[in-house]
């Protein structure tokens, strides 16, 4: 059975939600493991769960069956040292594997942000990135 879209953009908010008594379980894939924590602290501060990877394979263990994990969505970086994660966004969308899926990378290009959405993503948010 392929899985349903349950959630609407913008997708924070109809989670975020507490009079809807959502239990929202989220994946956080970045390399970057300061951000993976700020988010997974943020996120946790607000009734929400949340798991964390830094990288693709890890990422796709958890979410393609015989996966025991069950998310509600899952906040992608594009840039990963194990590959990409527009190849992670598309792996799951052709698997019909239907969880919101937010981009959030330092890949700010037009270009990047119509791949990421032609590829299946929900929204696509650019990240602060203080290296440059």
Not at 23 to 40: F, G, W
Not at 96 to 116: G, H, N, R, W
């Amino acid at each position: 059975m392929k899985n349903e879209r349950r959630f609407s953009i913008p997708v924070f908010i109809y989670i975020f939600d507490k009079e809807m008594f959502i239990v929202a379980k989220v994946l956080i894939v970045d390399d970057d493991v300061s951000l993976c924590r700020l988010l997974k602290y943020f996120l946790e501060g607000n009734s929400l769960s949340a798991d964390c990877v830094h990288n693709a394979k890890n990422a796709l263990s958890l979410l393609l069956p015989p996966a025991t994990h069950s998310y509600d969505m899952l906040v992608l970086d594009v840039l990963m040292p194990d590959g990409n994660g527009l190849e992670v966004l598309k792996t799951i969308r052709a698997a019909s594997f239907a969880i919101p899926v937010i981009m959030l990378t330092s890949c700010d290009e037009t270009s990047d942000k119509i791949a990421a959405f032609k590829a299946g993503a929900d929204d696509y948010l650019c990240n602060l990135n203080f290296q440059k």
